[in-house]
């Protein structure tokens, strides 16, 4: 009795040695996650998943199925399991197989697969997630090791034992694998390294200074001047005047050191940023650069441009003889004063052609800093 429990014990491990199932299911629970947050997940983590999954049920656990068959009917012929001859070359060279084929097609696509989220719970979930599958394929793998060398009951069972309660997985790599998904990982460390000391500062969330997607599309397509950073969803308006200019130094800095295109016009770029759209035409203006220059440039209408510069002649900084012949505003003026008029609109009409909207607002504007004063 002692020696057939024994040797259904034998059997039972060494079915278990050839089963590859509890992989699959933790391998389909991240498969699960991947689908439930996609939105939130960046990296390249779920398609890795999606290539192991078939790879998992067709190379092992469909061969595994058809060894197990072999295996059970060898058993039964055998008197003593770990001493059939027979029976003990085919584990030798079905543990070989099917290590080999658990190294390539399962953990060394895992190992270079990764993933970031700004959701702590998302990230809680996939930590664990991963951590648990990293320790099953660790079990697995170790003690197919130890079974290219024969099966032992006894080997079987210390590996078993050791591998369990080892510790230290490291589920990090996972996450620092994300940066190889994008096309300037090494950019994207360093953005991503700026936004983890800025929300440390800050004590806010990553998110709370950048959202992880708008993060990923800056690094993934560098954008060299202010217009193109602004064009980013999510950096607009308060985030592009709070963090645009350093991101944008941040670029132009890794593109000169990695050869890349850097705009003539970095400099002046690089003053612009933070600041509205008003005040990007009077630093414009104040480089020497004429309206209808501007206007070109910043592909406004020249009217636009004009009602920008009005702003800084009411706050003193512009002179209204810098931009508007002395003839024209006294013209505007005298007409101001004979008419009254109750618009633009009707002002315009009365002087004609010859003078602009852009200029009457020009006059308007001076006229009124000149009442406060």
């Given at each position: 009795e002692l020696?057939?429990?024994?040797k259904?014990?034998?059997?039972q491990?060494?079915t278990?040695l050839f089963?590859f199932?509890p992989?699959?299911r933790q ?7 991947c ?9 390249n983590?779920?398609q890795t998943?999606?290539d ?11 061969v595994?199925?058809k060894?197990e ?14 001493e059939?001859?027979?029976?003990q070359?085919?584990?030798k060279?079905?543990?070989t197989?099917?290590?080999e084929k658990?190294?390539?097609q399962?953990?060394s ?5 990764g993933?970031?989220?700004d959701n702590a719970?998302?990230?809680k979930s996939?930590?664990e997630g ?6 099953e394929l660790f079990i697995?793998?170790s003690?197919l ?10 080997n079987?069972?210390?590996t078993?034992?050791k591998s369990?309660i ?5 589920t990090?790599?996972t996450e620092d694998?994300?940066?190889?998904s994008?096309?300037n990982p ?18 806010v969330t ?5 959202q992880?997607?708008?993060?990923n ?6 954008p060299?001047?202010?217009q193109?950073?602004k064009?980013?969803?999510?950096m607009g308006?308060k985030?592009m ?9 941040m670029?132009?800095?890794?593109r000169?050191?990695?050869?890349l ?12 940023v933070g ?8 630093s414009m203006?104040k480089?020497g ?7 070109k440039?910043?592909?406004?209408v020249q009217s636009?441009i004009e009602?920008?510069?009005?702003h800084?002649i009411g ?9 508007i012949d002395?003839?024209k505003k006294?013209t505007?003026?005298?007409q101001i ?5 109750s ?5 315009k009409t009365?002087?004609?052609?010859a003078?602009s909207y852009g200029e009457?607002?020009?006059v ?8 406060k004063?």
């Amino acid at each position: 009795e002692l020696d057939t429990a024994r040797k259904s014990y034998q059997q039972q491990l060494l079915t278990e040695l050839f089963d590859f199932y509890p992989l699959l299911r933790q391998s389909q629970y991240l498969q699960k996650l991947c689908h439930e947050h996609g939105s939130l997940l960046l990296g390249n983590l779920p398609q890795t998943i999606q290539d192991v999954l078939p790879q998992l049920k067709n190379d092992l656990i469909d061969v595994s199925l058809k060894f197990e068959r072999q295996i059970n009917q060898l058993s039964i012929q055998a008197e003593n399991i770990e001493e059939n001859q027979q029976l003990q070359e085919r584990v030798k060279k079905a543990a070989t197989y099917f290590l080999e084929k658990l190294e390539n097609q399962v953990i060394s696509p895992l190992r270079s697969a990764g993933y970031q989220t700004d959701n702590a719970a998302v990230r809680k979930s996939f930590r664990e997630g991963m951590e648990k599958l990293q320790r099953e394929l660790f079990i697995k793998k170790s003690l197919l090791s130890a079974a290219t060398n024969g099966f032992s009951m006894k080997n079987y069972l210390d590996t078993k034992a050791k591998s369990s309660i080892a510790t230290g997985f490291d589920t990090n790599h996972t996450e620092d694998a994300a940066f190889v998904s994008s096309s300037n990982p090494d950019f994207f460390r360093i953005i991503s390294a700026w936004r983890s000391k800025k929300a440390k500062k800050q004590q806010v969330t990553n998110s709370k200074i950048i959202q992880q997607k708008t993060l990923n599309e800056i690094a993934e397509t560098l954008p060299a001047t202010s217009q193109q950073l602004k064009a980013i969803k999510g950096m607009g308006g308060k985030k592009m005047q709070q963090y645009g200019r350093e991101i944008l130094e941040m670029i132009i800095a890794y593109r000169k050191e990695k050869g890349l295109e850097v705009p003539d016009q970095s400099e002046n770029e690089l003053s612009k940023v933070g600041l509205d759209t008003k005040e990007i035409s009077f630093s414009m203006y104040k480089e020497g650069k004429t309206i209808v220059e501007i206007a070109k440039e910043r592909q406004m209408v020249q009217s636009t441009i004009e009602g920008h510069l009005a702003h800084f002649i009411g706050t003193g900084e512009l002179d209204i003889d810098q931009l508007i012949d002395p003839a024209k505003k006294d013209t505007i003026i005298k007409q101001i004063n004979l008419r009254q008029p109750s618009s633009v609109g009707e002002l315009k009409t009365a002087l004609g052609e010859a003078y602009s909207y852009g200029e009457i607002k020009l006059v308007m504007k001076h006229l009124e800093t000149k009442s406060k004063k």
